[in-house]
């Protein structure tokens, strides 16, 4: 294992039972991801970038091969351990932001912190911190409802960043903002990802957010067919 | 974690107010619908029992074998000794002689002529002696239209129907023309005191209330009852407390050769029909019931899936930051049984208000009974049983939480991704 390596995949197979056979999602990925990198995984729809970003955040298995994260293999860990890996180290970036709407924008950004029963005054002062990085504080007391798009992906990525995880893995992260939000939204998370040293995963077709990679990876029918630095 | 959890819920209207709102309505159909079938239950055997047959009817053997002509030549003789002895051996509860039997009543004009005349079917109760309960058991106060109660003898009441159609009023004078216990003719002449609603079709076409110790004077029935009649304790029908009853006074007084020993029958064997009826609207009143909660079940576990069916996106959410899916799971039957509880208390203490309106004001049944011709109460009344505190907790927690339950399995069945894709939707 290289230390330097936060996320392993070797020979990472996934097939969907379809029908009487299977579908390959992924066939075959071989890919290191080390601390600190701003990489996505790009290609055309069906091409795997979903599965992949799932079995590196743990929210999958594989069927074959390995995917190591933070030394830990994912198709081995129990669902409790899997949560545990999510709770301490991963923060998502969803597409449709995600955020729930009967909570105040700073309890949404709190939530991954109740869950590491961290002090009141330390949960207070990490969720301003976040919400600073991402210049919301002033609207703490503001529901998603009462925000716009780009405010709401920003809300998203505080909640996803307010923990420090170590990987944060973004799904179509732009997908439902402008140019002006899209561009706001990733350099807000070019700073953090230098600011922080945090690794950040995309999965990708938009040609904003390939602009900001620093590293891309090209998927193709569940096979990496291209990867390049930047 | 628990007070965001239970913040989230006081704020999502949808995850509160309205799951307790449906828990809420359907318990309180079931605690309610509960009291009102018990109250009808409860409501024949008690208007049976007060006006006819008591919980427990003491007779002859040859009287109880012919019961329902009330024939009083085969009444009971010696009644101040029987009654001494079943008041020796049940202390507790209230015994009463009672006589019915019909005869002719007659208007006289001012010169004594035929007016009008009518037949009429008696009740003989004790009216006049001081702290009798009998006045209070058929609720006369509640029941009188004119006049006022007998309070000296040689008075009666006269059902107001009856009253109309002979054209008297209170203060007027009748003769009750019928036959002794011994088969002579008997005339006596009574004072109307009062007319009264009985609220029962039948009884309100022609029947009149005498004193016991008028009727036993007409009808020469010195120490002597077509009746004694005995009441539970508890002032409620109890057939397997009535058995009781019942099987030690038969064991120890009737002796099967003589038709003129005394025998002890409790409400239900007093009638065929009247037990039959009892057993089946007592078997129809449990089928309902156990259908309606039933129902209300499946109701209320579909309400508690649906509420976890669409908590599935909130469900990838809480996964994504971390949560393992069995505090998710843990955390939703708690919602969901404390919804349950909120609900169900809440319908629990709507229903027991509204039975507690029901029981107090009953719901008049008397104009689609008209035409009856069987003895049955004019309003049904609900009756609130200790059932009723507990029962609505059946549907309203049990099975909204096992609703909670079984959408919740779909958390541990589906594969982490998948409830991700159903989040992105």
């Known amino acids: 294992m290289n230390n330097s390596h936060i996320v392993i995949t070797e020979g990472l197979v996934k097939h969907y039972p379809i029908g009487g056979g299977y579908f390959t999602a992924l066939d075959g990925i071989d890919l290191q991801f080390g601390t600190g990198e701003f990489a996505g995984v790009v290609g055309p729809s069906g091409s795997g970038k979903t599965t992949l970003l799932n079995i590196i955040g743990s929210l999958d298995s594989p069927s074959e091969g390995k995917a190591v994260i933070l030394d830990q293999s ?62 919301l504080n002033d609207k703490i007391k503001s529901r998603p409802a009462q925000l716009s798009g780009g405010e709401c992906q920003r809300v998203a990525i505080a909640r996803a960043m307010v923990k420090k995880p170590r990987l944060v893995l973004a799904d179509e992260p732009t997908a439902n903002l402008d140019a002006a939000n899209s561009h706001h939204i990733l350099q807000t998370m070019e700073k953090l990802n230098k600011d922080l040293d945090t690794t950040f995963i995309f999965a990708t077709h938009d040609d904003k957010v390939i602009k900001y990679l620093k590293r891309k990876i090209t998927l193709e029918d569940g096979k990496v067919i291209k990867d390049e630095i930047t | 974690m628990i007070r965001f959890l239970f913040k989230g819920l006081l704020r999502d209207r949808q995850r509160s107010l309205l799951p307790s709102i449906v828990v ?61 002895k079943v008041r020796q051996d049940h202390p507790d509860m209230d015994w009463v002689l009672r ?70 009023v209170p203060g007027d004078a009748v003769t009750l023309m019928g036959s002794t216990m011994y088969g002579s003719m008997s005339f006596y002449n009574f004072t109307i005191s009062g007319t009264i609603r009985f609220g029962v079709s039948v ?52 002796d099967p050769e003589d038709e003129f020993s005394p025998v002890m029958l409790k409400l239900s064997e007093q009638d065929e029909f009247l037990g039959g009826y009892l057993e089946m609207i007592d078997a129809v009143a449990l089928i309902v019931v156990f259908v309606f909660i039933l129902a209300m079940s499946i109701v209320l576990w579909n309400t508690g899936l649906i509420g976890g069916l669409r908590r599935y996106g909130e ?103 998948q409830l991700f894709k159903e989040l992105e939707t």
């Not at chain 2, 049955?376 to 059946?394: D, Q, R, S």
Request: aromatic residues 10%.
């Open chain 2, 99 to 168: 006589t019915q039997f019909g005869g002719l009543l007659d208007v006289p004009d001012e010169n004594g002529e035929t007016r009008s005349q009518g037949p009429s079917m008696a009740i003989a109760i004790d009216m006049l002696t001081p702290g009798s309960k009998e006045p209070g058991r058929l609720t006369l106060d509640n029941i009188l239209v004119k006049g006022s109660i007998p309070d000296s003898p040689g008075e009666i009441l006269i059902s107001d129907e009856f009253a109309t159609k002979l054209e008297v």
């Open chain 1, 74 to 135: 994912v198709g081995e860990l129990s669902q409790k351990q899997a949560a545990h890996l999510r709770k301490k180290y991963l923060g998502f970036i969803f597409q449709t932001y995600n955020l729930l709407p009967v909570y105040t924008v700073f309890e949404n950004v709190e939530f991954p912190l109740l869950l590491l029963n961290m002090s009141v005054s330390d949960r207070r002062k990490a969720v301003l911190d976040a919400l600073e990085w991402v210049g």
């Open chain 2, 24 to 84: 809420a309505a359907g318990v309180m159909l079931t605690v309610f619908l509960v009291c009102y079938l018990t109250g009808i239950m409860g409501g024949f055997a008690d208007f049976t029992s007060k006006f006819s047959s008591g919980h427990v009817k003491i007779m002859t053997r040859a009287y109880a074998d012919n019961m329902n002509q009330k024939p009083i030549d085969l009444a009971l003789t010696d009644v101040s000794e029987i009654i001494e």
């Open chain 2, 315 to 417: 469900v990838g959410v809480r996964l994504a930051v971390g949560e393992g899916k069995g505090h998710i799971y843990k955390s939703m039957i708690y919602e969901s049984a404390m919804i349950g509880i909120i609900g169900s208390a809440l319908g629990t203490i709507i229903g027991l208000l509204f039975a507690y309106w029901v029981q107090e004001k009953g719901i008049d049944i008397s104009s689609i009974m008209k035409g009856a011709t069987m003895m049955m109460p004019g309003k049904f009344h609900a009756k609130i049983v200790p059932e009723a505190y507990y029962l609505g907790f059946i549907p309203g927690l049990f099975s909204t939480t096992l609703g909670t339950m079984l959408s919740g399995i779909g958390i541990y069945k589906r594969k982490t991704a």
């Open chain 2, 203 to 254: 009884m309100d076409r022609g029947a009149i209330i005498v004193d016991f110790s008028d009727a036993q004077a007409a009808l020469d029935m010195q120490d002597a009852s077509g009746e004694i009649l005995g009441y539970l304790p508890s002032g409620n029908y109890n057939g397997e407390e009535a058995g009781v009853v019942c099987a030690s006074f038969n064991s120890k007084y009737t």
